[in-house]
């Protein structure tokens, strides 16, 4: 499904007091069945920016279309509840949200909100148990009684549930040991690919964008600052370096061996793979 | 959430955010225990105007307090018609069985929509002037005569200042979980009031299940850092008391004086 961000501001105002704008003139448009990566400093507006999708977060100003339906400074009850069932969210941390007795009762209790029949949801989560790598004896456990990686993985499934199109993560695999981390993404990344889900993921590890992104959104100050795909973030030195960006381990390593020699390479190398294979190309070992 | 205004502290440097903790604990205890003395029309005018000039001395808007009100309306509005509908006096307007419609009943009804309010503004007063760490230091101060009686004042201080330190974080988490569970197509407020009560499960289990963790974590610092229950401390922040607050002493005195004179020989 398409998303699209049309000259969009937003703020959180509470009460009385008027808060400056988190997001100032924001336009982007985000394809069907792509997986975008949502990198920036802390405080750049990521977390918002992706609120937005599901109107957790209004635009004050412009509007925000997710599929057929727009949102602009108000929306409906109705559109609300049709955007959320679409647009499944991970915040960061998302094991917090687990509140029921049992593994099954989570998992059930976003379908339940939409209506959605009880065989259904059977099957459902069965299915996503699968996808998510969840054992069926865990199904009548306590959610508080499994380990944090476990938990993740509940709590991502309990997203799954409702079927969405769109997969919004917020940092997903934060907090976590490098083994789950790298079964929790390499899920989602099988999970975009198998059921065509239109991912966006916050994300600080820029490896992570070389390895499941297919293009980058560049926030800082609360705006966009770019929107480019993989390979060319990471060939714009200056971009880089004007949003403090981290470069992925292989480039860094790379500009660690052209520093030392003295020369340069002819290709920037993103993964460790492509080093390798570019320093023998070019006959540095 | 973000409405309530009791509990909030607005920074300011007026003279009233100068006065000692202490002090604007004990007044406002005291005006509290005063306006249930209060007799006939002019005392009180003279504690609603006193009420209205120490809000407008604290430099925040007079809109503030009364949001501050709103949410305890009802209730309000609730005791005053019951006081006019249950008292009787003075010239008779409407009758009805048990309902009664007098003048003494709708002056009464009157002073008590006015107690109830001034006694919201003058506890307003103190939260929204008073940081809630010096607020903790004046309750212990005020409770520290209990130690005689083997009360726990140095723990129940500590209990305190660490619910207060973390109300801001409950507020944030609150939030996130609520977020989280709108997200899987939760409606908040909707429905009758058990349907109401059931959705809050979602919402309040993993924030007492957090909760729980931080505090044990919390425990766990404690002990490591080598606090101990009943050990004897010196304080960091220190009180001190000026000749404002003597002053301030000086007004309650004033008005217990008038309050008493005027009941017994008014």
Same mark, same amino acid.
């Given at each position: 499904?398409?998303?699209?961000?049309?000259?969009?501001?937003?703020?959180?105002?509470?009460?009385?007091?008027?808060?400056?704008?988190?997001?100032?003139?924001?336009?982007?448009?985000?394809?069907?069945?792509?997986?975008?990566?949502?990198?920036?400093?802390?405080?750049?507006?990521?977390?918002?920016?992706?609120?937005?999708?599901?109107?957790?977060?209004?635009?004050?100003?412009?509007?925000?279309?997710?599929?057929?339906?727009?949102?602009?400074?108000?929306?409906?009850?109705?559109?609300?509840?049709?955007?959320?069932?679409?647009?499944?969210?991970?915040?960061?941390?998302?094991?917090?949200?687990?509140?029921?007795?049992?593994?099954?009762?989570?998992?059930?209790?976003?379908?339940?909100?939409?209506?959605?029949?009880?065989?259904?949801?059977?099957?459902?989560?069965?299915?996503?148990?699968?996808?998510?790598?969840?054992?069926?004896?865990?199904?009548?456990?306590?959610?508080?009684?499994?380990?944090?990686?476990?938990?993740?993985?509940?709590?991502?499934?309990?997203?799954?549930?409702?079927?969405?199109?769109?997969?919004?993560?917020?940092?997903?695999?934060?907090?976590?040991?490098?083994?789950?981390?790298?079964?929790?993404?390499?899920?989602?990344?099988?999970?975009?690919?198998?059921?065509?889900?239109?991912?966006?993921?916050?994300?600080?590890?820029?490896?992570?964008?070389?390895?499941?992104?297919?293009?980058?959104?560049?926030?800082?100050?609360?705006?966009?600052?770019?929107?480019?795909?993989?390979?060319?973030?990471?060939?714009?030195?200056?971009?880089?370096?004007?949003?403090?960006?981290?470069?992925?381990?292989?480039?860094?390593?790379?500009?660690?061996?052209?520093?030392?020699?003295?020369?340069?390479?002819?290709?920037?190398?993103?993964?460790?793979?492509?080093?390798?294979?570019?320093?023998?190309?070019?006959?540095?070992? | 959430?973000?409405?309530?205004?009791?509990?909030?502290?607005?920074?300011?440097?007026?003279?009233?955010?100068?006065?000692?903790?202490?002090?604007?604990?004990?007044?406002?205890?005291?005006?509290?225990?005063?306006?249930?003395?209060?007799?006939?029309?002019?005392?009180?005018?003279?504690?609603?105007?006193?009420?209205?000039?120490?809000?407008?001395?604290?430099?925040?808007?007079?809109?503030?307090?009364?949001?501050?009100?709103?949410?305890?309306?009802?209730?309000?509005?609730?005791?005053?018609?019951?006081?006019?509908?249950?008292?009787?006096?003075?010239?008779?307007?409407?009758?009805?069985?048990?309902?009664?419609?007098?003048?003494?009943?709708?002056?009464?009804?009157?002073?008590?929509?006015?107690?109830?309010?001034?006694?919201?503004?003058?506890?307003?007063?103190?939260?929204?002037?008073?940081?809630?760490?010096?607020?903790?230091?004046?309750?212990?101060?005020?409770?520290?005569?209990?130690?005689?009686?083997?009360?726990?004042?140095?723990?129940?201080?500590?209990?305190?200042?660490?619910?207060?330190?973390?109300?801001?974080?409950?507020?944030?988490?609150?939030?996130?979980?609520?977020?989280?569970?709108?997200?899987?197509?939760?409606?908040?407020?909707?429905?009758?009031?058990?349907?109401?009560?059931?959705?809050?499960?979602?919402?309040?289990?993993?924030?007492?299940?957090?909760?729980?963790?931080?505090?044990?974590?919390?425990?766990?610092?404690?002990?490591?850092?080598?606090?101990?229950?009943?050990?004897?401390?010196?304080?960091?922040?220190?009180?001190?008391?000026?000749?404002?607050?003597?002053? %301030?002493? %000086?007004?309650?005195?004033?008005?217990?004086?008038?309050?008493?004179?005027?009941?017994?020989?008014?």
């Amino acid at each position: 499904m398409h998303i699209t961000f049309n000259r969009v501001s937003a703020n959180y105002q509470l009460g009385p007091i008027k808060r400056a704008d988190i997001l100032t003139d924001l336009s982007a448009e985000v394809t069907p069945g792509s997986f975008t990566a949502v990198v920036g400093p802390t405080g750049a507006g990521k977390s918002s920016l992706l609120k937005l999708i599901n109107g957790l977060l209004l635009p004050s100003v412009g509007e925000v279309s997710v599929g057929e339906v727009v949102f602009t400074a108000k929306a409906s009850k109705q559109a609300l509840k049709q955007v959320r069932k679409r647009v499944g969210m991970a915040f960061q941390f998302p094991e917090h949200q687990l509140f029921a007795e049992t593994v099954y009762e989570d998992l059930a209790f976003g379908p339940r909100n939409f209506n959605i029949s009880d065989s259904e949801i059977d099957t459902t989560i069965k299915h996503v148990c699968q996808l998510t790598g969840i054992d069926q004896s865990l199904l009548e456990r306590s959610p508080f009684s499994l380990s944090g990686g476990q938990q993740r993985r509940v709590a991502i499934a309990g997203i799954l549930a409702t079927k969405p199109d769109i997969l919004v993560l917020d940092e997903p695999a934060a907090g976590l040991d490098p083994v789950a981390k790298k079964q929790i993404l390499e899920m989602l990344s099988h999970l975009h690919k198998t059921e065509k889900l239109t991912t966006l993921m916050v994300t600080h590890d820029m490896d992570d964008v070389v390895h499941y992104a297919d293009d980058v959104i560049v926030m800082a100050e609360g705006q966009i600052k770019a929107h480019l795909d993989v390979r060319s973030l990471f060939s714009d030195q200056a971009l880089l370096e004007r949003y403090q960006l981290d470069v992925p381990t292989a480039l860094s390593l790379q500009q660690q061996l052209e520093q030392a020699k003295g020369e340069q390479l002819n290709h920037r190398s993103l993964t460790l793979t492509e080093l390798a294979d570019y320093l023998i190309e070019e006959g540095w070992v | 959430m973000n409405r309530l205004i009791i509990g909030r502290y607005f920074p300011g440097s007026s003279l009233i955010h100068q006065l000692d903790p202490r002090f604007k604990l004990i007044f406002v205890l005291y005006f509290i225990g005063l306006l249930f003395f209060l007799d006939g029309m002019i005392l009180q005018g003279v504690f609603f105007t006193l009420t209205l000039v120490i809000m407008l001395s604290t430099g925040v808007s007079l809109k503030t307090y009364v949001r501050g009100v709103r949410p305890l309306i009802w209730l309000i509005l609730f005791a005053t018609v019951l006081r006019i509908i249950t008292t009787r006096g003075g010239e008779i307007y409407y009758e009805a069985g048990f309902f009664t419609l007098s003048e003494f009943g709708l002056l009464s009804g009157a002073y008590t929509f006015l107690r109830f309010v001034e006694m919201i503004f003058i506890s307003t007063v103190l939260t929204l002037t008073t940081k809630p760490i010096d607020l903790t230091d004046a309750i212990y101060f005020l409770l520290k005569p209990l130690r005689y009686l083997y009360v726990p004042v140095e723990e129940l201080s500590l209990m305190l200042s660490i619910a207060l330190r973390f109300i801001p974080n409950l507020l944030d988490e609150t939030e996130k979980v609520m977020n989280a569970q709108k997200a899987r197509g939760m409606v908040f407020g909707e429905g009758n009031l058990l349907e109401q009560m059931k959705a809050l499960t979602p919402l309040v289990l993993p924030l007492f299940a957090h909760s729980l963790k931080r505090a044990e974590d919390m425990a766990d610092v404690l002990e490591v850092k080598g606090y101990k229950s009943g050990a004897k401390r010196t304080h960091y922040r220190a009180l001190t008391w000026q000749v404002k607050d003597t002053l %301030g002493v %000086g007004l309650l005195v004033v008005l217990t004086v008038v309050v008493m004179t005027i009941n017994v020989f008014g």
